[in-house]
């Protein structure tokens, strides 16, 4: 299959692109600067350009874009870029995707779509939540829309993807590794995952299945809350963690963002994926948390 990756160069993307290239897939990808290498292509999501046949030939676009949700501060103008820089290029790759006949369109969306569910468990067939991050994932999804009905769309609600550098292990171990970690607030919100070897695995997965369609939950099947990926995570580093951190110390840090990233969660069930028999490497969090944090 030829895939066309947009969003190549961040945390998922640079595993996606030699996991399909080593399972014989010829991948191309998206770049928003001057292309200098023969599997690039250039294009400007704000402008709406797309450089002249850069889809020729391709089998599916994965688009894996925007810019960070949980490393800054929300101030009014970075809630507007986290929007932007997921809504934009979305809408100009669904219109190239219709324009050029392509049969599939794999889109990165959140778990935050459900909201806070508390202890209800919920899957692909759950309304939209409430929140900024729901109100996000609502307009990255539609954005979608002029890729269908003549192609497949897969929209990718993933959790929070646990790697050996990155994301939110990256953030959260050098606290663990000091033993200054602990629960946020109650600790009872659960914390969907799922492994960067299952996100990508799942992609590729979703890429070459093509019976599914529409929303896909990349979370593990092992559901946890803050306080038990807390206690796990302070055994694979081999530190305590005895210090909770209070859900006021939270919102004086982060602000608005520690509500719906830090304080409340999804409990998401994969039920999409579990249907289609897709292999988990690390069903866990102690499969997991083991190979993030000894590589
Ligand atoms: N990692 C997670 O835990 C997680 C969980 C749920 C959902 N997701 C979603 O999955 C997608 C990929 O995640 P990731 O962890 O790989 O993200 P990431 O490391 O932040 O990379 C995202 C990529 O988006 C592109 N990008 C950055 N700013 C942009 C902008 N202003 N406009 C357009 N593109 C921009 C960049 O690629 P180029 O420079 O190559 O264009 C960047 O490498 C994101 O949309 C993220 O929200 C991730």
């Excluded at 919920?122 to 900024?132: H, I, M, R, S």
């Amino acid at each position: 299959m030829r895939v066309m990756i947009a969003g190549s160069s961040g945390l998922i993307g640079t595993s996606l692109v030699p996991h399909l290239r080593h399972t014989g897939h010829e991948v191309l990808r998206l770049v928003r600067r001057a292309p200098r290498a023969p599997d690039e292509r250039g294009w400007d999501p704000p402008a709406g350009w797309l450089q002249s046949g850069a889809l020729d030939g391709v089998d599916a676009v994965v688009n894996l874009c925007g810019v960070g949700i949980g490393d800054r501060r929300w101030s009014g103008a970075r809630k507007q870029a986290i929007r932007d820089s997921r809504v934009e290029p979305t809408e100009v790759l669904a219109a190239a995707v219709a324009a050029h006949g392509i049969p599939t369109m794999v889109n990165a969306s959140g778990i935050s779509y459900y909201g806070d569910t508390g202890d209800r468990e919920v899957d692909e067939t759950a309304p939209l939540g409430a929140g900024f991050l729901a109100e996000v994932c609502r307009d990255w999804e539609a954005a979608t829309a002029a890729a269908q009905p003549a192609s497949r769309v897969v929209r990718l609600r993933s959790g929070a993807v646990l790697s050996p550098s990155g994301g939110l292990l990256g953030r959260l171990r050098p606290l663990f590794s000091l033993a200054l970690g602990g629960r946020l607030g109650s600790g009872r919100q659960y914390l969907p995952w799922i492994s960067l070897d299952d996100e990508v695995g799942a992609i590729a997965f979703l890429l070459e299945h093509p019976e599914v369609t529409g929303p896909v939950n990349l979370v593990a099947p092992e559901q946890v809350t803050n306080a038990r990926f807390t206690e796990e995570l302070g055994r694979a580093v081999n530190r305590p963690t005895p210090f909770p951190v209070p859900a006021v110390a939270l919102r004086a840090v982060l602000g608005e963002a520690a509500d719906e990233l830090a304080l409340t969660g999804p409990r998401a069930a994969p039920a999409v994926l579990q249907r289609h028999g897709f292999p988990y490497r690390h069903a866990t969090l102690a499969e997991a948390l083991s190979a993030a944090t000894t590589r």
